[in-house]
């Protein structure tokens, strides 16, 4: 078709030129006659099929056959105007190639035939049928110069092969461009049907930070893929993706976020996108960053509602998108996208990891701050604000599904909730007074709320916080900050956390317990007992509570433990005491005074009481378990409430009697108030040092008294109070050694033995031996009391004789020439003492010096007996007498009568034994008394 407008334009130029041959002087040749050749339309026909049979010979061929019909240098010149007409016909298709079709063919038609024609005569270029039409012979030299400049005449072949060439042509441009329209008509719905059902949007962090009023700030990183089994193109996506890589670009647009549920004109914010120009392949990063302008306050508080409480939370993306494939291809799109994202599902993972109490707060209440951590489940979101106020809520005694009284609020400078990590964050704020407490009932703010269920819930609070104790606290979110957008402070006071308030460090909060003078109080009941004395307890606070605190009352509930932990009594105290308390930092020193608190022994346990008081007496120290629980008045910066329970669980050393042995007791002294012929009633001062805390009201007691393993008498005690430090105690005694065999209970007991022990009692008392002691012994009847049963049938104490005051023997007066002696004698009894016999030995430096044997009740020639007057105590010559002078008989051969003889007239020491048979009071008995370094006058007179 190119080559065929060639010629057209060819011929046109020669016509300018007035040199163009008319169809009618070039006649179609048909070998013999050219009419028919032109008339003939079958024969045309047939001509067109020779054409097609020869165009199966190459044009060089035609140009050797035609050479046959002229000379050698026509056919050169024909050659050489052939391919000059080939090379022209070449250039001008190039440029006429937007001519049009119709023109063409016209043009076509008419150069084919007349080159036809030519061609039958065989000249090669028509010379000579221009002759034969009657031209001019004198015209033949022009006509060669123009034939020469004329391009070369097309045979038959060539022209059926261009003819062929542009009919193929024709459908071929036709059914591009038809292609091309079809693919420019479907492209846009096709690429709107990809970007509905085979586009995957994964947004795999979305960071929320900078919330005004007005909307916030958010960088989205996601990733873009086809799914090829979704496009709705039977896959071709991925071929077309994989075979031209195409780049695709998203002119700025506005985008809108969506509620899935909206309707296609709501929305809830909107954000601008910028330029984006992506190479699409396999997956497209896309990583945004654009500030969301709030549209509808209420969808976007429900949309973050969603966010913080939903494990998935959907999101919808709206809008149009206007994309150019490629540098040239453009289409508008519109995106309506719900992209799922991971929700926060309520922040529940929250937690306190440590909480102070350091001191008063100014505005009233105790300073609070601490350290929380918030894990953030969500993989997708980050939400980053300025400070977040939250407040603390304890439930309600009486309604706890209902009730919440907010009792303390804390903020943070900043709330960072970072998507799958964990956050620490710094506290800080304020548990309010007790009047300060809000009540929230039934969603509705209100100041009311009984006292006492308010300081119920504080001491509970603070004595599990002060105990190292978690207790259950809510905490939400508050608005405090007016630049706070109302739509995410919704949000957020939708979350309620129920997380654990932590406990301070874990400590014993009791440090020591000790209880002081304690005075136990017996009766006939054998299951309980009275208590007195004072609890003092030294309270370790927390070091993370440093605010000041005095305790004003307080009522412990206490059991008496053995080491091992046993229970063996239970202190209940049913009122609160009076309490005395000193703080110094952390150390908080409180003193509680008891008195007659009932003290309940129980019943299965007697045993391990009965071993608590035994050894009370027995040991030097003793080991108590104290356990229970205790509730304090107190007041501090938050008000006066109960603070408790407060558990205590320890063991304190106390002090026993260690045996009375450290200090044992004193006969201080030893009087006979009564007496019959076998025994003495006697009134006794004893003298006891108890070295321990503990002090008993006993009531009336008795007690057996031993000297050499025999019983010699026996005491009681009236109503015997027993105090810590020294104890005088008055008993009476009565000395009788018939009793010894009477509690033995054997037939083959021999009194006698019994009679000599209490002999050498009396005999070291009156000779002033002090290194003589007595036992005093318990029995199963010293006591009615049950509980002190056990302990007093094995008391037993060893007690030293009381001292006398002046001896029993003063001194002697000897005289040498009388052989007689006088002797000076004191009672050490306010009781008479009637000497009936003296047997004496007097001797110097174990030398004898003289004998006295006088019978003063069988002896006729012997004074009277002797009668010792009772000593009142009252002066010194109460119970004072001198013998008679008493014969004497002298060892005169013996070094100490020398001695003896020496001394006359002045006074020797010696040393006196006697044996007495006295009776004290009423009651006979013998009596040795023995005295070294008696001053004895001597004298030589009669």
């Known amino acids: 078709m190119d080559i065929i407008n060639e010629n057209s334009s060819w011929r046109n130029n020669d016509d300018d030129n007035n040199h163009t041959v008319s169809t009618t002087e070039l006649p179609y040749s048909t070998g013999s006659d050219p009419t028919k050749a032109k008339t003939d339309p079958t024969n045309h026909s047939g001509r067109l099929d020779q054409d097609i049979a020869d165009e199966q010979t190459p044009l060089l061929s035609h140009s050797g056959h035609e050479s046959n019909l002229a000379t050698s240098n026509n056919n050169k010149d024909k050659d050489k105007g052939r391919r000059r007409a080939k090379d022209t016909s070449t250039n001008n298709n190039n440029k006429n190639n937007k001519n049009s079709t119709a023109k063409n063919n016209h043009v076509g038609v008419d150069m084919g035939d007349g080159i036809a024609d030519g061609e039958e ?23 060669q110069d123009r034939d020469r400049m004329r391009p070369p005449p097309l045979t038959r072949g ?34 709107q049907r ?242 300060d407490w809000i009540l929230s009932e039934m969603e509705r703010m209100s100041s009311f709320g009984s006292g006492s269920e308010k300081q119920l819930l504080l001491g509970r609070l603070l004595s599990r916080f002060i105990q190292g104790q978690d207790s259950t606290i809510q905490v939400r979110a508050l608005s405090k900050d007016p630049n706070l957008p109302p739509w995410l402070v919704e949000a957020f006071k939708s979350i309620v956390l129920d997380i654990a308030f932590p406990g301070s460090p874990e400590q014993d909060f009791i440090r020591a317990l000790d209880m002081n003078q304690l005075e136990f109080g017996f009766s006939d009941n054998q299951e309980s007992a009275i208590l007195s004395g004072r609890m003092s307890s030294e309270l370790q606070l927390p070091p993370n509570v440093t605010f ?48 007659d608190i009932p003290l309940r022994i129980m019943a299965d346990h007697l045993e391990e009481f009965y071993q608590f008081l035994n050894t009370s007496f027995t040991k030097e120290w003793i080991e108590l378990g104290i356990a229970g629980e205790a509730h304090a008045i107190v007041e501090c910066g938050l008000g006066t409430f109960e603070l408790g329970p407060i558990s205590f669980d320890v ?59 025999y019983l010699i008498g026996m005491a009681s005690v009236p109503q015997l109070r027993l105090h810590a430090g020294n104890n005088t105690i008055e008993c009476i005694g009565m000395m009788d050694p018939s009793i010894h065999c009477l509690r033995k209970h054997n037939k083959t007991c021999d009194p006698e033995l019994a009679k000599n022990a209490s002999r050498e009692f009396i005999s070291k008392y009156i000779s002033g031996d002090n290194s003589t002691s007595i036992d005093v012994l318990g029995y199963p009847g010293s006591t009615h009391i049950p509980l002190l049963q056990p302990m007093l049938s094995a008391f037993s104490i060893s007690s030293g004789l009381p001292a006398i005051e002046d001896d029993f023997l003063i001194s002697t007066t000897m005289y040498l020439l009388s052989s007689t002696i006088v002797m000076e004698l004191k009672n050490p ?96 008995m013998w009596v040795d008394f023995a005295k070294d370094g008696i001053q004895s006058n001597v004298r030589k007179g009669f």
């Not at 000249?123 to 015209?139: A, K, P």
């Not at 605190?549 to 053995?562: C, E, G, V």
């Not at 006794?684 to 503990?694: G, H, M, Q």
């Open 158 to 191: 060539r022209l059926n092969r261009w003819n062929r060439i542009y009919s193929r042509s024709v459908k071929v441009v036709a059914a591009v461009l038809i292609g091309c329209l079809l693919v420019a008509a479907l492209s846009p719905w096709v690429a």
């Open 121 to 143: 005569q065989g000249d090669g270029d028509g010379l000579v049928s221009s002759v034969q039409n009657g031209r001019h012979d004198h015209d033949r030299p022009a006509q």
């Open 651 to 709: 063991i304190t050393r106390q002090r026993g009697l260690g045996g009375l042995v450290s200090l044992p007791p004193i006969l201080e002294s030893l009087d006979v108030v009564d007496s019959t012929e076998h025994s003495l009633t006697v009134m006794a001062t004893l003298v006891l040092w108890n070295p321990s805390n503990i002090s008993a009201e006993l009531g009336d007691l008795s007690f057996l008294w031993s000297y050499g393993n």
């Open 194 to 435: 990809v970007l509905d059902q085979a586009m995957v949007l994964d947004i795999q962090k979305a960071s929320i930070y900078d919330m005004d009023q007005t909307g916030f700030q958010i960088s989205i990183q996601s990733t873009i893929y086809l799914d090829p089994a979704h496009d709705g193109v039977f896959g071709l996506t991925r071929t077309l993706q994989s075979v031209f890589h195409p780049t695709m670009t998203i002119e700025p647009t506005i985008l809108r976020l969506s509620l899935p549920t909206d309707q296609d004109d709501a929305h809830m914010a909107e954000f601008e996108v910028e330029r984006q120009h992506m190479q699409m392949g396999e997956t497209l990063q896309l990583d945004l960053s654009t500030h969301v302008t709030v549209t509808d306050a209420n969808r976007m508080a429900q949309f973050f509602h969603a966010t913080l409480h939903q494990s998935t939370v959907d999101l919808a993306i709206r809008g149009p998108i206007l994309t150019r494939l490629g540098s040239f291809w453009y289409m508008r799109l519109r995106i309506n996208r719900v992209v799922p994202m991971d929700g926060m599902k309520g922040v529940q993972n929250a937690t306190l990891l440590s909480m102070s109490l350091p001191a008063n707060h100014p505005q009233g209440g105790i300073v609070m701050s601490g350290l929380a951590q918030l894990n953030n489940p969500s993989r997708t979101v980050s939400i980053k604000m300025d400070a977040v106020t939250f407040g603390i809520y304890l439930p309600s005694v009486s309604h706890p599904e209902v009730d919440q009284f907010k009792v303390a609020e804390m903020s943070c400078p900043e709330l960072n909730l970072e998507a799958g990590k964990s956050s620490q964050i710094a506290l800080s704020g304020r548990l309010f007074h007790l009047d």
């Open 548 to 595: 000041p605190i005095k305790i004003l009352q307080m009522k412990p509930t206490a059991w008496l433990q053995t080491p091992e932990g046993q229970d063996m009594a239970l202190l209940g105290i049913p009122d609160f005491l009076p309490t005395k308390s000193q703080q110094d930092g952390n150390a908080l020193e409180v003193h509680v005074d008891m008195r």
């Open 829 to 924: 009894l306010d009781t008479v003492i009637t000497v009936l016999y003296i047997n004496g030995t007097a001797s110097y430096k174990d030398e004898p010096l003289g004998h006295v044997n006088v019978d003063f009740e069988h002896d006729i020639a012997s004074p009277k007996p002797i009668m010792i007057p009772a000593n009142d105590h009252q002066n010194e010559t109460s119970g004072y007498v001198k013998t008679p002078r008493l014969p004497v008989m002298f060892d005169l051969s013996s070094v100490g009568y020398e001695a003896l003889k020496k001394a006359l007239g002045g006074s020797l020491e010696v040393d006196v034994s006697c044996h007495i048979k006295a009776k004290v009071g009423s009651m006979l």
